[in-house]
């Protein structure tokens, strides 16, 4: 059973960076892809971007490419998030989550029902 704990987060002026972390138990950490999801007050928790396996392929939503990107290191167990040029509009709380369909795949999605073991979140407050 993976458990993921994500950091990291914190109040960031607007055009700062922040880097999040995700860190995972268990040993099976690097046969799953992993995503980043985020949730506004009063919004759905929307995909922010996914990796695969090998950290090989990438996918971002269209809010977020170029300015996050996210990679992953499976001999420490954990994902990252690295967020610049942040703006108001990122304010959220971010999980990071395990892709359960498509474990042993190299394959992306963005479909928040594929993921599960979500953390805590960490949250993220860019003021306007």
């Known amino acids: 059973q993976v458990q993921l704990v994500e950091s990291g987060g914190g109040l960031v002026q607007a055009g700062g960076s922040l880097r999040l972390s995700c860190a995972a138990s268990g040993r099976t950490f690097s046969s799953y892809p992993m995503g980043w999801f985020r949730q506004a007050p009063g919004n759905e928790r929307e995909f922010v971007a996914a990796?695969?396996?090998?950290?090989?392929?990438?996918y971002y939503a269209e809010s977020v490419k170029g300015r996050f990107t996210i990679s992953r290191d499976n001999a420490k167990n954990t994902v990252y998030l690295q967020m610049n040029s942040l703006k108001p509009e990122d304010t959220a709380v971010y999980y990071c989550?395990?892709?359960?369909?498509?474990?042993?795949?190299?394959?992306?999605?963005?479909?928040?029902?594929?993921?599960?073991?979500w953390g805590q979140g960490t949250q993220v407050t860019v003021p306007s």
């Open positions: 990796i695969s396996r090998s950290g090989g392929s990438t």
């Open positions: 989550a395990k892709n359960w369909i498509r474990r042993n795949s190299d394959i992306v999605t963005t479909t928040r029902r594929e993921y599960d073991s």
